[in-house]
Nanobody, 128 residues
């Protein structure tokens, strides 16, 4: 069974950090680009960060640049999103996804186009 499982979400105070993980099973993650997306209440799902299959290219949305770091460990079939200096506006359900093309992750338009598999998401709440 093909699965993506996110973990690492939770409640954190503003300025705090969290590290999200995205574990793949049933398929080889290193064939795919990994994307992290988020959806806040009442808002559309938006792209946060992407990493190419080899890890050589990365992309960050302006809203998270210099605060979030995406990485992957293909040997462990797992992707990561290190989130630092968290703000209340980062509160959302965070989803990982895999895509055959890195460019499709960068150009994500919110309709799921290009995404091969989605995880079920993990909730991140930033609040004092």
């Amino acid at each position: 069974q093909l699965r993506l499982v996110e973990s690492g979400g939770g409640l954190v105070q503003p300025g705090g950090s969290l590290r999200l993980s995205c574990a793949a099973s049933g398929f080889t993650l290193d064939l795919y680009a990994i994307g992290w997306f988020r959806q806040a209440p009442g808002k559309e799902r938006e792209g946060v960060s992407c990493i190419s299959s080899s890890g050589g290219r990365t992309y960050y949305a302006d809203s998270v640049k210099d605060r979030f770091t995406i990485s992957r460990d293909n040997a462990k079939n797992t992707g990561y999103l290190q989130m630092n200096s968290l703000k209340p506006e980062d509160t959302a359900v965070y989803y990982c996804a895999v895509l055959m093309e890195f460019s499709l992750c960068v150009l994500y338009t919110g309709d799921g186009y290009g995404v091969d598999y989605w995880g079920k998401g993990t909730l991140v709440t930033v609040s004092s």
